[in-house]
């Protein structure tokens, strides 16, 4: 059973800074990419970041690049997504997904993910 417990979230003001953490309590871990990913008020959820598993190479999508920078702790079985210079449109419920066997070509696909956390919800507000 794999259960990922995302925590970090919060209410902060354009320009700050956020680190979200997902930690898995399974046993996949070590041989999953890992992936965040946000959903915003009466959208989809979009793909934010991924760690592929086997090259460890990250993957971010657009608008956060240079901003977001997704690591894991492999000791703690925990994944981060530091969040810097955030804005308005961060504005979202952040999921951590995991997923065991997927493959590079569908790192920004959510279909691709097995596994997901319950979502820490994010507010960029003034």
């Known amino acids: 059973q794999v259960l990922l417990i995302e925590s970090g979230g919060g209410l902060v003001q354009p320009g700050a800074s956020l680190r979200l953490s997902c930690e898995d309590s399974?046993?996949?871990?070590?041989?999953?990419?890992m992936g965040w990913f946000r959903q915003a008020p009466g959208k989809e959820r979009e793909f934010v970041a991924a760690?592929?598993?086997?090259?460890?190479?990250?993957y971010y999508e657009d608008s956060v690049k240079g901003r977001f920078t997704i690591s894991r702790d492999s000791a703690k079985s925990t994944v981060y997504l530091q969040m810097n210079s955030l804005k308005y449109e961060d504005t979202g419920v952040y999921y951590c997904?995991?997923?065991?066997?997927?493959?590079?070509?569908?790192?920004?696909?959510?279909?691709?993910?097995?596994?997901w956390g319950q979502g820490t919800q994010v507010t960029v507000s003034s």
């Open positions: 997904a995991a997923a065991p066997t997927i493959i590079l070509s569908r790192v920004r696909d959510a279909r691709g993910y097995n596994y």
């Open positions: 399974g046993r996949t871990f070590s041989r999953s990419t």
């Open positions: 760690l592929f598993r086997s090259t460890g190479n990250s």
